[in-house]
């Protein structure tokens, strides 16, 4: 199970942020985070790569929050 520490420093990481964010953002878009749709793209890929998280091609774009991507990834 995923949990929103290691989803955030995945998400900083493939984002190129030079701080992370704090655990406050879980119901905050992704937009407003300054994640934008490539760093979600590359954050998916790398999930796929690290974690064996298999998420449809669409999930990005369906999942707006840090909690929506956690319910994607962790309960399918």
Request: hydrophobic letters at 45%; a negative charge.
């Amino acid at each position: 199970m995923l949990t929103l520490d290691e989803l955030l420093l995945i998400l900083t990481d493939c984002a190129g942020s030079p701080e992370p964010v704090s655990g406050a953002v879980i119901d905050a878009e992704f937009a407003d985070l300054g994640y934008d749709s490539v760093a979600l793209i590359e954050a998916t890929g790398r999930l796929s790569r690290d974690h064996g998280v298999e998420l449809d091609d669409d999930a990005t774009a369906t999942a707006r929050t840090p909690r929506a991507l956690l319910e994607l990834i962790n309960h399918g």
